[in-house]
């Protein structure tokens, strides 16, 4: 039961001083990142660069409108949206599907072939730069929407299938048991059963595939060439080059670009940390 | 049961409609090469001259120019690709995978030689030849920029007429009255600078330490002929000689005693930054730097006015045309012409002219006359093209001659040269080691 402060001994009112403290500390380390970028986007590249810390001399939105005067942001802000949220929604759908036969199924080879998708965590980016390319190419998806989606959807199917088969392990058999008691099939058990109660690890990976995609840049840059299809962390390019240089534009891209991402993990961080520790004790 | 296969099939069909609808212009799929829209070919044309890049209105209006002179015949389609290191891998991705667009612009990175080891490099060699207007634009140093064992292979637009600016402001507090004209007098100058209260030299380390990197060839120019000639070396692999020992030596004098804190691992934006905020007295840099002089996001109102502009002590200036445009082999011989054709316009006489109206950047060709409108959008330069005629000891700078792996190599090891931790000697022993691994 929590004491009031009036309660509590010297040594209580000393620690509870100390804890506010080093929550006050955490809070300042992550909110810090987020303050210093957008506050950036009010300074001068003078500012900037001369002191990166120091407060804007004053609040103008000029950074704002040269970073849609100087790039595309707000066309790559909507691709960013539509390929993101469809590759999110294909990923968690088919790796929901596979989660769940290697959470319940037996076959021969399960663990192997579990093992082997969930290594591909491990490929490093630059290595599927070229075969990547080429399959998209030959397939005629380059510079597309799809081809981004594809690419994005395979691209974190190690973290999805990891994240959905814990979390099927961790729902009780006997919920299955009793829908196939009362008749249901397996696609049905699955679809109306299985997935409501896996609703924590489905947002968990669609929030962790969703930052991915947001954030994700070298396919991004590769594998498109026109504007139909490239997404927001390219237009940030726009705004430095070799011998110039506009860091005031570029911080206010950044903020446009990272409030999606800031405004979803706030939205759903309790789902995230809930199901990412999902499976830890099974029944 | 029926309802379920209703369900699934609808579930189907909206997935591939979701995907399909997401699909792009599918006909632009294959820009790169020549499409069939009537007698027109289309050329992709990736470039990284966009965004704040001060070229970006040039290319906007030489590709314009060129679609309307060529309508209907070729048409330029431009793919901006945003960074330079982000073009730079996007086109060794597509050299990997031999799918080059027609056009490449080589710019400072040596991409040339990449694509010629890879065999996909177009010989214009003909093409020139028979071209006595455009043969002539050719300067004998961008004849060597530009070929390979006797075949001309690329063709350069811009010149790499590089000195230094500095503040006459500054300069005058400490009592100086203008540049340096021997090395000697320089250092002095710098250690009056410091005795005023001004850091001398605005430096960098990161993404290859541009601005570091030209006082360093400045300084291995004073070593005489031999040095000269080793500046002039394409792709050296041993960088242990005396003049690049000893300049090795006074740029970790530099990075020690006379230049900015931030400089041990700040970008070029961290060098410009301290010019132009008056924090350093002298900056290394080209000719694309001026517009920034007058431009009051970057600089105080009338900075302009107090920068001079200067040739490296010894009578040295960077002259050099910076690698141009070559054509890539195609499957389609009608896109290869093409591909001529634009690399043609881009480097002819017109478009230099625009280069250096626009942007106030140096003609590769002596033929390109400094117009009036040039001069007087751009003073300084005018002062400047007339210093630098007066420079004896002409040069490329090092970063266009050495090998593509050692940029990195180099923002990686100056901080260490500049804290102690290698000695010039071992800064130049790293270059050899890493100039051989090619």
Known sequence: MNRTWGQLTNRGRLLMILKYIFLALCVIVALFPIVWVVMSSFKTNAEILTDGISLPTSFKFTGYEQAIAISPILKYFVNSVIISSVATVANVLFLAMAAYVFARCQFRGKNILFWLLSLSMVVPMTALLNPVYLVINNLGLTDTKTGLILVYTALNLPMSLLILRSTFLSIPRSLEEAAYVDGAGFVRTFFQIMLPCAKGGLASAAVLAFLNNWNEFTFALILTSGQDARTLPLSLSYFTSQFSFNYTAMFAAITIAVIPSIVIFALFQEQVVSSLTAGAVKE | ?438
């Open chain 2, 1 to 438: 049961m029926k309802k379920r296969i209703t369900a699934l099939c609808l579930v189907s069909a909206m997935a591939v409609t979701m995907l399909a609808g997401c699909g792009g212009d599918t006909a632009k799929q294959g820009s790169s090469e020549a499409e069939g829209t009537g007698e027109e070919i289309v050329i992709n044309y990736p470039t990284f001259q966009c965004g704040v890049n001060t070229a970006a209105p040039v290319v906007d209006q030489l590709i314009s120019e060129f679609n309307e002179q060529y309508a209907g015949k070729y048409r330029i389609e431009k793919e901006e690709v945003p960074g330079d290191q982000n073009y730079i891998d996007k086109i060794k991705v597509q050299l990997g995978t031999g799918d080059l667009p027609p056009v490449v612009y080589g710019g400072g990175y040596n991409l040339l030689d990449l694509a010629l080891a890879k065999d996909v490099v177009v010989d214009l060699t003909d093409a020139v030849n028979s071209d006595p207007e455009w043969k002539e634009l050719y300067t004998d140093a961008a004849m060597t920029t530009n070929s390979r064992d006797g075949k001309i292979y690329a063709s350069s637009s811009e010149g790499n007429l590089v000195g230094y600016f500095y503040n006459k402001e500054l300069f005058a507090k400490a009592g100086l009255s203008g540049p340096a004209t021997t090395w000697d007098e320089f250092w002095d100058q710098c250690d009056k600078l410091k005795a005023a209260g001004i850091t001398p030299l605005a430096l960098d380390t990161a993404d290859s330490a541009w601005v570091t990197s030209l006082w360093m060839g400045a300084l291995v120019a004073a070593e005489g002929d031999d040095a000269v000639a080793f500046l002039k070396q394409m792709t050296p692999d041993d960088y242990n000689n005396p003049a690049m020992i000893k300049a090795a030596g006074e740029v970790q004098k530099m990075l020690q005693e006379y230049t900015t804190k931030d400089a041990i691992g700040g970008k070029y934006e961290h060098a410009a930054n301290n010019f132009l905020s008056e924090q350093a007295a002298m900056i290394a840099n080209g000719p694309w730097m001026m517009s920034d002089f007058s431009d009051e996001t970057k600089a105080a109102p009338g900075f302009a006015d107090k920068v001079g502009v200067a040739i490296y002590p010894g009578s040295f200036v960077y002259d050099a045309p910076i690698q141009g445009y070559f054509v890539t082999k195609q499957d389609d011989p009608a896109l290869e012409e093409a591909a001529i054709e634009m690399v043609k316009f881009f480097t002819s006489e017109h478009a230099q002219q625009v280069a250096l109206e626009v942007q106030g950047m140096v003609p590769a060709s002596s033929k390109v006359e400094i117009t009036e409108k040039a001069k007087e959008a751009y003073p300084l330069l005018a002062e400047f093209l007339d210093l630098a005629a007066t420079a004896k000891v002409r040069t490329d700078n090092l970063q266009a001659t050495m090998y593509p792996n050692l940029l990195d190599v180099v923002s990686q090891e100056l901080p260490r040269l500049a804290s102690g931790e290698i000695t010039p000697e071992q800064y130049c022993q790293i270059l050899t080691e890493n100039a051989q691994k090619n």
